[in-house]
């Protein structure tokens, strides 16, 4: 059993974190002695994750912000550091999942949406937080992505396009801060029951072959349990994977396996969106 991660005295973001995946992650980072501060458009879902951390007895930090607003991402990274101190730990989790359609009938200012939560908006707070991580020699940085940012599946363009995109970046953005005590990891959490999964799984506007999948995978027990989701990003919180800075990593992988083979990795550029000939 993977040894529990202390992060006492440490300073965690996470956007996204009204609700579900980032729920579970502030729940976690909480309790593992992090301050912690959540953001999110829903002020009544905010104070549940608030309400359930302090019940745990930690205290967190809420904060209403549209995560794609640049002046909202510079404020919420602002108010986090006047409030808990400097951010260790910044959780890019906010994400949506976009119109599940064909790309004729998607409606473009949806499609683009995605783009601007998923890509935008993590872009918006590394470049918020970076500076000061750079000046003090350390922190972290985790890119919420999916296999699907990997792996293309018609009808979801807009979200594989927002998640490529984000590991892709993630993987440029280590090589820009390697060597400065910063570190950035692009992690895919698996098929998690979530309200966007949920959605994915019932809804009529989504394509029915999209909606066939997810049905099948949760009827099938191929979803990920959100433990399962929660306990790998812990890992990741908490450095214990700080060697393969930059690389998409997913739940599944041993990272203990991935670790011993850390150079080979770096060295061929596995686990990194490119083309292999």
């Not at 986090?80 to 409606?107: H, K, S």
């Not at 349990?225 to 990003?233: I, K, L, N, S, Y």
Request: charged share 20%; glycine share 10%.
């Amino acid at each position: 059993m993977a040894e529990a991660a202390d992060l006492t005295g440490q300073t965690a973001l996470v956007t996204g974190g009204s609700r579900g995946l980032g729920r579970g992650f502030a729940l976690a980072l909480s309790a593992a002695g992090a301050n912690v501060a959540v953001t999110g458009t829903s002020t009544q879902a905010l104070d549940e994750t608030a309400a359930l951390i302090e019940a745990a007895g930690g205290a967190a930090l809420t904060i209403a912000a549209d995560v794609a607003d640049e002046q909202a991402a510079n404020d919420a990274v602002a108010e986090t550091e006047r409030a808990l101190g400097p951010i260790d730990l910044l959780v890019n989790n906010a994400g949506v999942i976009g119109p599940l359609t064909a790309t004729e009938d998607a409606d473009p200012a949806s499609w683009w949406r995605t783009l601007e939560v998923n890509l935008r908006g993590p872009y918006l707070y590394a470049r918020a937080v970076l500076p000061g991580m750079v000046e003090r020699g350390r922190g972290r940085i985790v890119n919420l992505s999916s296999l699907a940012g990997v792996f293309a599946v018609a009808y979801a363009g807009a979200y594989c396009a927002s998640k490529a995109a984000l590991s892709h970046w993630t993987h440029a953005l280590a090589q820009e801060v390697a060597g400065t005590g910063v570190t950035a990891f692009a992690y895919a959490p698996g098929l998690v029951r979530t309200g966007m999964t949920e959605y994915s799984a019932s809804s009529p506007e989504v394509r029915e072959e999209l909606r066939d999948f997810f049905s099948g995978a949760f009827a099938g027990g191929y979803d990920t349990p959100m433990e399962q989701a929660v306990a790998q990003f812990m890992l990741l919180a908490s450095g214990k994977a700080d060697a393969l800075s930059g690389h998409h990593l997913n739940v599944s992988d041993d990272l203990d396996a991935l670790l011993a083979d850390a150079g080979r990795i770096r060295e061929q550029r596995l686990y990194t969106l490119g083309l292999r000939t």
